[in-house]
């Protein structure tokens, strides 16, 4: 071990293994996002003022899911590996090899919210709302099974918290992982909270999701600042740009529009 560098914990990708099947760290992660998910949002989902049912929660956690996956998956196919598949597109159904896109699962999710919201009679923008609270969680736990799995790592640095990753190569790089799991996760999380909660936000509705949206974008354009650019992809311009800022860039302006929109509008009563 390098001087000054921290060890890399080998935690086996392999939560779980009976016989053939295998049960990674990266699916349960998926699960605890969902699960967490939805028992928080059947919590909030009847405070006032009430946008839906519990019942609605329960059964909009399966479209979440439908989403995120499908979403997920596209999302990574044409934003990062497009040639790749046009040439080997049975490899687009080979999910447990990896390759999942969170904007791609972000447009997944909102297709869902929109179709769910429109067959249920749900106010479009208060439903929302609700998915942008919970949704951190989902990113918190995606970034500790990239932690595990030793994949989307950091750049290389002399920082005394550097580590050394298994795919890597020999030089100690940043735990970018867990610089997003933090940005993206636990921080976002605590703004969405104290502005619908305690700033009473929810009662203009498209502002928590807006600052989801907007929060999410800048979160993970700093977050690129110390991870290390996709190797097929590499910087996309000036040596600083990469495909994560570049696809943040409209999160952030969609968001503040929801913001503005959201400001525009009368709030709902108390």
Not at 106 to 120: D, M
Request: glycine share 12%.
């Amino acid at each position: 071990m390098l001087f000054g560098v921290l060890p890399y914990p080998q935690i086996d990708p392999i939560a779980l293994a009976i016989g053939p099947i295998a049960i990674r760290w990266y699916a349960l992660a998926y699960i605890a996002g969902l699960v967490i998910g939805w028992w928080l949002i059947r919590r909030i989902a009847v405070a006032p003022p009430a946008t839906m049912s519990r019942q609605h929660a329960d059964d909009f956690v399966t479209w979440a899911a439908i989403g995120v996956i499908l979403g997920g998956r596209l999302g990574y196919v044409l934003f990062y590996k497009p040639g790749f598949y046009i040439e080997n597109p049975l490899a687009i159904l080979t999910v447990w090899q990896g390759g999942m896109s969170f904007h791609g699962g972000l447009l997944g999710v909102t297709l869902a919210i929109v179709l769910y919201a429109r067959k249920h009679r749900i106010e479009l923008f208060a439903f929302a709302d609700l998915v942008a609270i919970v949704a951190p969680q989902g990113l918190f736990f995606g970034r500790l099974a990239n932690f595990i799995n030793g994949e989307l790592w950091g750049r290389v640095t002399d920082v005394s918290w550097a580590m050394v990753f298994p795919t890597g190569g020999p030089l100690p790089r940043h735990p970018s992982q867990l610089y997003q799991a933090f940005l993206e996760g636990v921080l976002l999380f605590g703004v969405v909270v104290v502005a619908w909660k305690l700033l009473g936000l929810r009662r203009r509705p498209g502002f928590i999701c807006g600052l989801f949206w907007a929060g999410y974008g800048v979160a993970r354009i700093l977050g690129e600042l110390w991870r290390e650019p996709d190797a097929h992809l590499g910087y996309l311009h000036g040596g600083w740009l990469t495909m994560g800022m570049l696809l943040s860039l409209p999160l952030v302006a969609f968001g503040a529009w929801l913001i503005a929109r959201a400001l525009r509008r009368p709030p709902l009563p108390a």
